[in-house]
């Protein structure tokens, strides 16, 4: 009943700039964190950056002064905007939203998004 899809992946030169969109859809009554995730090939799944619907965000070192991330509460949207990129950002990024369904059931969970695979590569 929920869905959370990712957009905005490609193939971006090294010091190209891309935004990822995530939108959440389905019968939602709130969402409370989201977060943007990233896994390499042959690398463990870790985490990007985090927003809480107050705005909060935090980054991991990584991306720090690089990516941006943001919320639009009325459009149930995360995007992450990323900046100066390098070839170590590549990976299939993920976003997932701790929120509240209504639908089978009230339930509070994390909900994941499929990816959105992103090349940096000259």
Same mark, same amino acid.
């Given at each position: 009943q929920v869905q959370?899809? $990712? !957009?905005?992946g490609g193939l971006v030169q090294p010091g190209g700039s891309?935004?990822?969109s995530?939108? &959440?859809s389905g019968s @939602?009554? !709130? @969402?409370?964190g989201m977060n943007w995730y990233r896994q390499a090939t042959g690398k463990q799944r870790e985490l990007v950056a985090t927003i809480a619907k107050d705005g909060t965000a935090n980054y991991a /070192? !990584?991306? =720090?002064? *690089?990516?941006? @991330?943001?919320?639009d509460n009325a459009k149930n949207t995360v995007y992450l905007?990323?900046? !100066?990129? =390098?070839? $170590? /950002?590549?990976a299939v990024y993920y976003c997932n939203a701790d929120l509240? &369904?209504?639908?089978?059931?009230v339930? *509070? /969970?994390?909900?994941?998004g499929q990816g959105t695979q992103v090349t940096v590569s000259s």
């Open positions: 959370l899809v $990712e !957009s905005g891309l935004r990822l995530c939108v &959440a @939602i009554f !709130s @969402i409370y /070192d !990584s991306v =720090k002064g *690089r990516f941006t @991330i943001s919320r905007q990323m900046n !100066s990129l =390098k070839p $170590e /950002d590549t509240l &369904a209504t639908l089978p059931t339930r *509070r /969970d994390v909900y994941w």
